[in-house]
């Protein structure tokens, strides 16, 4: 079927950004199977943004550091970061990868988190929109090794003697299976599993063994010396998962009010295809 303008500019205002009448002009007449190729085709680049090197700012020495000194390396940061909010806003409005940066959008929003250090948070976006179109369980076991999240809820201080449930809590809550779908003791056993996650101060993740709880626990009615990747593979079994994204993402590009059957039937296809977001992002 030959799209019609409106039904190019629907697709084009969903699925894009910015787009404009003779964008959309363009490719009027044109089918929905080539339109949507080639926005799939367009967007498969990745191109990591950048605002500066992490030899540019010594986060390293922050704690030798006096008061005032602390201070104005924050103001920086915090201009450094307006600075990749507005390359970031700039590369949307002149790329034509438009469906790479509107689910960047999307991730950015279901992974919700902050920093102060501009190395932190210029990681954890490229790390968004470089998986943006790929495969969900790899976006998620990045996500959450960034260190920008793991600070944010607070990894760095859940240790085996006093585990914090903050980031295990969030991870089933808000990122893969949703609320009704854990149990309190579900979340205190896999903050255990989480503990010792860390990052040191260039941005990179490490595991701090001396922290971690290597005991036994027992996580969705299964028993076992589980780790934080053993947990995560656990939430991706569940198909609760595959539904809590599916109906988050068809919310976001088609309708508040979703349909049930259209919800289950994209939530198998999404889960078929193991968490391949494109092959979902076709299905609707």
């Avoid at 080539?34 to 367009?42: F, I, P």
Wanted: aromatic residues 12%.
């Amino acid at each position: 079927m030959k799209l019609s303008q409106r039904q190019v500019q629907h697709l084009f205002w969903r699925a894009g950004l910015f787009d404009n009448y003779i964008t959309i002009q363009k490719f009027e007449g044109t089918t929905q199977e080539e339109l949507w190729e080639r926005l799939l085709k367009s967007s498969r680049k990745f191109t990591p943004l950048t605002v500066m090197d992490k030899n540019q700012f010594d986060f390293a020495t922050l704690r030798s550091m006096d008061k005032k000194e602390r201070q104005m390396l924050f103001k920086q940061s915090r201009e450094k970061v307006k600075m990749l909010n507005k390359k970031w806003f700039d590369h949307m409005s002149l790329t034509d990868g438009v469906l790479r940066e509107r689910m960047s959008l999307f991730w950015h929003n279901h992974f919700a988190c902050s920093s102060r250090n501009v190395f932190f948070i210029q990681s954890y976006l490229n790390t968004v929109r470089k998986n943006a179109l790929g495969n969900f369980g790899d976006l998620l076991r990045a996500v959450s090794k960034e260190p920008a999240m793991l600070q944010y809820l607070n990894n760095q201080q859940n240790r085996k003697r006093k585990p914090n449930e903050n980031f295990a809590r969030e991870v089933m809550e808000l990122f893969t299976i949703g609320r009704g779908n854990y149990t309190e003791s579900d979340v205190k056993n896999a903050a255990r599993a989480f503990t010792g996650w860390s990052f040191n101060q260039s941005g990179e993740y490490v595991l701090r063994e001396r922290q971690h709880d290597y005991g036994s626990k027992e996580i969705f009615g299964k028993t076992g010396n589980f780790s934080g990747d053993d947990v995560l593979n656990m939430l991706l079994e569940k198909k609760e998962t595959a539904r809590f994204v599916t109906t988050k993402l068809y919310r976001y590009l088609v309708n508040d009010q979703p349909d049930e059957k259209v919800i289950n039937d994209l939530t198998e296809v999404f889960y078929d295809s193991n968490y391949d977001t494109e092959v979902l992002l076709s299905a609707i």
